[in-house]
């Protein structure tokens, strides 16, 4: 057959089918699509595609080296849960909708984005569009990637214009479009499904969808056009043409819960997840990080003294026997699991897979280097989300919720605030010192400015940022003047010691009598420091800048204030369990602390807003005339520790500080 004759057969037989389909009641449309392929495919569609997905992958597909751990040509054996993916998308499968919620390094662009544009120029024309998170992105991809592919598979004499007009190579080879006989690739960004309403397309690639903005179109300043909608849905009316033959696929690692498009993708699915053997009681199971109905931990590892991950500790504990696996019996158990579903699917014909990282085979990710990530995350605001996302490949659960200012008061404890006391001018005349635990290593203070008064808070840091709040102080005082007893009176409390030890760093906020706190920030050398809060939520780990101020001698540290109130409000709803342990990030308080206090460090709420474009955010909002410099002040005292950390131990190309390095560093010295 020629390639022309290929695509009116594939033309007819789309024609057929959408006829066949109308002749049944909707209910059985699913029978009807059963009916059309045996029946029609039989002989039409067998003469145009001999291979399924899986079979073309292995024949054809090889990967060069040097850009790939597994170099060669493609075994399915290399990542065994990915075969069925594959042949959801075969020309002879029913499937049309599949939606895969992954983490990193399952093999995923490879195994699938990949050869599936491989399989469709090869072996199962038709028009075909790949979306990416933006179109900047998908074409990188077909130039660093798919082009690639295209060259090793063979490929290359197939990618020519097939117009008449263009009938040079250029035209049909370009990153943005490759045509090939009996269909073309198209590469756009999300906002192209409402713009390219004249293009019919029989199969959806979409990458990276929870990276898709959430409405296209609308007031949001660059463009005239009304709101048109979710992305997803409007690039897939591009598929109607193709009603019974179209296929769907769509990847991401998932972001936020509430505004998730793949969970919610997933949702709808039937929610396949990978079972395999226990090497030792033989029962099937979805590998888990925690068990979901007990909480309790799958994966587990020990820590040396110093608090280092002891590598051959790692082991994955059976759900139904207990007993362990190492990373390496995956080279057993991956072959011999299967994809079962959880759920019935909305739709028919519509699957969804969860493929975390813990799935990555030997030659990938260990769940040694899985667990190392891990630790780091405990302490890491940042690093947690990514951990859940890219490892776990679940949406991270922003909680905003402020915890009971109730319950933490009473865990206040056994110990006493420091007390300070100054005289008129702004002169110490007394302090007693708070006794705290020799385990607290770093001092760090937040102050806040207000117009009569400054407000600050001196916190203890030890290892897993364990805190103590030994004082908050309110210093009286007009702060528009450097002179007066409020600065005086913050003076004094830099140059004390608290709990034995000097400060690390104070942090004051210079939103309010900017150029007051740049001028008093500028007498001192190292220790002190102006900041500003940033609202905005960011994705990497990093939570603060520091920046040179114009005409003074200080800098700056502006701060992402979101994440680190996440991380604040996460560390002072931890309690101490029976077993005595104290959680990471646990919060002490003295016992002679006020309940005033408690209600200005919970007085904010996280909640949702809808923008003008349609899109979630999350702003954090406290009610009219509560106060809240208790919770500034932990912001920028919490800030300040990150800013020390960051300077003592290495950070990593995210801005994430390596914590275990720090404490490791500071119990040394
Ligand atoms: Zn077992």
């Not at 493609?74 to 919620?101: G, H």
């Not at 490759?178 to 959806?204: D, H, M, T, Y």
């Not at 919490?638 to 490791?664: R, T």
Request: proline residues 6%; contains cysteine.
């Amino acid at each position: 057959m020629t390639a022309e004759m290929e695509t009116k057969a594939r033309h007819e037989a789309t024609k057929a089918e959408r006829r066949m389909a109308r002749l049944y009641p909707k209910e059985d449309i699913a029978a009807a699509r059963d009916w059309i392929r045996g029946a029609l495919y039989a002989g039409v569609k067998s003469e145009i595609s001999h291979l399924s997905m899986s079979e073309w992958a292995e024949k054809k597909r090889s990967l060069p080296p040097g850009l790939s751990p597994i170099p060669g040509p493609w075994r399915w054996s290399n990542a065994p849960y990915l075969k069925e993916i594959a042949d959801c998308l075969s020309s002879t499968s029913p499937v049309q909708q599949v939606f895969v919620m992954k983490g990193a390094q399952v093999g995923f662009t490879v195994g699938i984005l990949e050869n599936w544009i491989g399989y469709t120029i090869d072996e199962d024309p038709g028009p075909m569009m790949f979306v990416s998170a933006d179109a900047d992105v998908a074409e990188e991809s077909v130039e660093l990637r798919v082009d690639r592919m295209i060259e090793s598979a063979g490929l290359m004499p197939k990618i020519f214009s097939q117009s008449k007009q263009g009938n040079g190579k250029k035209t049909g080879d370009t990153k943005k479009k490759k045509e090939f006989p009996g269909g073309f690739l198209l590469a756009v960004g999300p906002n192209s499904g409402g713009k390219l309403r004249s293009f019919s397309i029989q199969k959806l690639l979409e990458d990276e969808m929870d990276a898709f903005p959430q409405q296209i179109g609308g007031a949001d300043g660059t463009t005239k056009r009304a709101a048109e909608g979710d992305p997803h849905t409007i690039l897939r009316r591009r598929l109607d043409a193709y009603e019974m033959t179209s296929k769907n696929l769509g990847g991401s690692t998932p972001l936020v819960e509430q505004t998730s498009r793949i969970k919610k993708l997933f949702d709808a699915g039937d929610q396949r997840r990978y079972f395999v053997p226990c090497k030792h009681c033989g029962a099937m199971q979805p590998l888990e990080w925690r068990d979901k109905a007990t909480g309790a931990y799958r994966m587990i590892y020990d820590k040396d003294e110093a608090g280092n991950l002891i590598w051959s500790s790692v082991r994955y504990e059976c759900a139904v026997c207990g007993k362990p696996w190492k990373n390496e019996d995956k080279a057993w158990f991956l072959p011999r699991g299967e994809w079962r579903p959880t759920a019935v699917a909305s739709q028919p014909n519509y699957r969804s897979y969860h493929l975390p990282a813990l799935l990555s085979p030997v030659w990938a990710r260990s769940w040694e280097s899985i667990c190392q990530e891990w630790i780091a995350a405990t302490e890491d605001q940042g690093r947690l989300r990514a951990f859940i996302n890219t490892v776990l490949g679940e949406p991270f659960q922003e909680s905003g919720e402020a915890p009971r200012y109730e319950k933490i008061m009473l865990r206040r404890e056994d110990w006493s605030a420091e007390a300070v006391r100054f005289d008129e001018a702004g002169h110490l005349m007394e302090m007693v010192p708070a006794v705290i635990p020799d385990t607290a290593k770093v001092i760090t203070i937040g102050a806040d400015v207000q117009k009569d008064r400054i407000e600050c808070e001196v916190v203890a840091w030890g290892e897993g940022k364990e805190s103590w709040s030994i004082g908050y102080h309110v210093l009286p005082g007009e702060t528009a003047d450097i002179s007066s007893p409020a600065w005086r009176q913050f003076a004094e409390i830099l140059s004390m010691p608290h709990g034995g030890l000097p400060i690390s760093l104070a942090l004051i906020d210079s939103h309010y009598q900017t150029p007051t706190v740049y001028s008093f920030s500028e007498g001192y050398e190292l220790g002190v420091m102006p900041c500003m809060g940033e609202s905005h939520t960011i994705r990497s780990a990093k939570v603060f800048k520091i920046q040179d101020v114009a005409g003074y001698l200080c800098r700056r540290a502006d701060i992402y204030t979101d994440v680190l109130k996440i991380e604040i409000y996460q560390a002072i709803a931890k309690s101490v369990p029976d077993s005595g342990m104290v959680p990471v990030g646990y919060c002490h308080f003295p016992g002679d602390r006020p309940e005033s206090y408690f209600r200005m460090l919970v007085a904010e709420e996280r909640v949702s807003e809808r923008t003008r474009t349609g899109q979630t955010r999350y702003v954090w909002k406290k009610p009219e005339g509560r106060r809240n410099e208790a919770l500034d002040c932990r912001v920028y005292a919490l800030a300040a520790l990150y800013i020390v950390a960051s300077e003592v131990a290495p950070v990593d190309e995210h801005g994430a500080v390596s914590w275990a390095d720090f404490w490791q560093y500071m119990n040394t010295i």
